[in-house]
C-alpha cells in the first residue's frame, strides 16, 4: 500500500486558503477570477515541477498527465474544482484537486509502476456562483452523453451568454476570453482518451463524523426533484380590507409549507431531505396584503418510489384552498439518482480497507461534476469527513489526516484500476 505525504497536503491547504482570502478564514473565489487564476497557476506550477503536461480545453477546464508505461492505455482522471461560494471553506472542490495533484505528486516522488497515464483535472465553474447555473462546464463538456432533459440546461451558446450576477451584464463568454484560458475543444474529456473517472470531495455533511468514520465510500448521488408551489390571491389595503374577507397569499404559502412538513413526516423516511430555500412576495410592501406568493421545494431521496410518493403530496396542494387562495404546482427539474461505476466504488473500499481507514458506504445529498462525468466514464467518488458537517460557509473544515487519508485512498484505488 503507498501513502500520499500529510506535509504536502497540509502545504497545500495553507497555499491555496490564501488565493481568495476573505480575511475571517474562508475564501471567496469565483470562476475565472483573479483569486481562481491564482489558484490555476499555483496548479500549474506544481504540476510542471513533477513534469505534467498541461492542457486546457475550450471552456477553461485542465489536465495535468503524467506518462505511463503503455503509451496505447488511455488515462485515468481525478477531478474537482477550484472555485468557490461566496464567503466558502478553504476545502470544498478544492480538496479535490489538491488530493489529485498529491497523487501524480507520491506518483512521481516515489517512483510507483502505472501502465496509464493519468490527469489531475481542475474542472471550470462547478459553483456557478458569479455565472450560474452550478456545474456548468462538466454540463458543456459532457453535453452530448447527458439525457435531453438535463443536457438543455447546458447549451454552449446559452453558457456563454449567462450574465454575472453582480452587474447582470458581463457574461461567462467574456470572462473566459479575458482570464486566457479558453484552450482547444479537442482536449475535452472524452472517452476516447479517458477511461476511469475519480473525485474526492468533502462530505458537506455530519454523517460521516457523527458515526466516527473518516472516509466515505460514494455509491450514488441521490435523485432529486425541485418544483415551484404558486399561490394567488388579492392585493388590498393593509389597514383598511377586514381580515376575514381577504386572500393573502403569504398566509396561504405559509399554511401550505405546513401542511407539506406534517403529512411528509408522516411518510417516515429518516433519509429523506427536502427544503424551501427561495421565496418570492408580490408586491412585498408593508402596507399591502401580498396577491402573489411562490416557493421552491427541492426533495432528494434515492428511491424514486419515496420521491414519487411526496411528489402526490406536492401536487395534492394544488386540489385545495389556501386562505382563500389558488395553487399552482409547477416543476422546474428533476434528476434520478446516478450510481458510481459499481467495480471502481469496489476499488475505494478495498484501498480504504487494506490501508485500515476507518470508512463506510454513504450517498451524495449534493450535486457534483462526477454525476455527468459518469455519462461520459465509469465514474467513482471518495468522500472526506467534513467538521460539524459545515460547507459552503467559512467555519468549513477537514483535519490534514482526514484530507491526507482520501488522497491516499484514491491513490491505491487509482492504482488498482490502473491494473485493468
Ligand atoms: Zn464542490
Not at 19 to 25: E, I, K, M, P, V
Not at 219 to 231: E, I, S
Not at 270 to 289: A, M, N, R, S
Request: hydrophobic share 35%.
Amino acid at each position: 500500500m503507498y501513502k500520499c505525504s500529510q506535509e504536502r497536503m497540509t502545504d497545500m491547504i495553507k497555499t491555496f486558503s490564501k488565493f481568495g482570502d476573505a480575511g475571517h478564514g474562508g475564501i471567496t473565489r469565483y470562476s475565472l477570477s483573479p483569486a481562481a487564476i491564482q489558484a490555476r497557476e499555483e496548479y500549474t506550477r506544481r504540476m510542471k515541477a513533477i513534469g505534467a503536461e498541461i492542457e486546457v480545453d475550450d471552456v477553461g477546464d485542465m489536465y495535468a498527465t503524467i506518462p505511463g508505461s503503455d503509451p496505447n492505455a488511455k488515462r485515468i482522471v481525478m477531478a474537482s474544482h477550484v472555485d468557490s461560494v461566496k464567503n466558502g471553506g478553504n476545502y470544498d472542490g478544492i480538496l479535490g484537486v489538491m488530493s489529485a495533484m498529491e497523487v501524480l505528486t507520491t506518483i512521481v516522488k516515489d517512483k510507483i509502476p502505472h501502465k496509464h497515464p493519468l490527469t489531475a483535472m481542475i474542472w471550470t465553474n462547478e459553483e456557478g456562483s458569479l455565472y450560474p447555473p452550478a456545474m456548468m462546464c462538466s454540463g458543456i463538456v459532457c453535453y452530448d452523453y447527458l439525457p435531453e432533459e438535463i443536457r438543455s440546461g447546458f447549451k454552449y451558446e446559452d453558457m456563454m451568454a449567462s450574465k454575472s450576477i453582480l452587474d447582470n451584464k458581463s457574461t461567462f463568454g467574456e470572462a473566459l476570453e479575458k482570464s486566457g484560458y479558453k484552450g482547444e475543444k479537442k482536449y475535452r474529456l472524452s472517452p476516447d482518451r479517458y477511461q476511469y473517472y475519480f473525485e474526492t470531495h468533502i462530505e458537506q455533511g455530519p454523517i460521516l463524523e457523527d458515526n466516527g468514520k473518516d472516509i466515505g465510500v460514494v455509491d450514488c448521488v441521490l435523485g432529486m426533484f425541485n418544483y415551484r408551489l404558486k399561490f394567488y390571491g388579492q392585493t388590498t389595503h393593509a389597514g383598511t380590507f377586514p381580515m376575514p374577507k381577504r386572500k393573502d397569499a403569504f398566509l396561504a404559502a405559509a399554511e401550505a409549507l405546513v401542511y407539506l412538513h406534517d403529512e411528509i413526516d408522516k411518510l417516515g423516511y429518516p433519509e429523506l431531505v427536502y427544503t424551501t430555500g427561495e421565496v418570492v412576495c408580490h408586491p412585498c410592501v408593508h402596507t399591502c396584503v401580498p396577491d402573489y406568493f411562490d416557493f421552491s421545494f427541492d426533495c432528494r431521496h434515492e428511491d424514486p418510489k419515496v420521491l414519487d410518493k411526496v411528489l402526490a403530496i406536492v401536487k395534492s396542494c394544488e386540489n385545495m384552498k389556501w386562505a382563500g387562495c389558488t395553487c399552482k404546482v409547477e416543476k422546474a427539474w428533476n434528476r434520478d439518482t446516478v450510481y458510481w461505476d459499481k467495480k471502481l466504488v469496489g476499488y475505494v473500499k478495498e484501498a480504504c480497507e487494506e490501508l485500515g481507514v476507518s470508512h463506510q458506504y454513504i450517498h451524495s445529498g449534493a450535486g457534483h461534476d462526477a454525476q455527468f462525468a459518469s455519462y461520459v466514464l465509469p465514474s467513482t467518488m471518495i468522500f472526506v469527513q467534513s467538521k460539524d458537517g459545515l460547507s459552503h460557509c467559512e467555519p468549513e473544515y477537514s483535519s490534514p489526516e482526514h484530507c491526507t487519508e482520501g488522497a491516499s485512498v484514491m491513490l491505491n484505488a487509482v492504482l488498482k484500476a490502473d491494473k485493468d
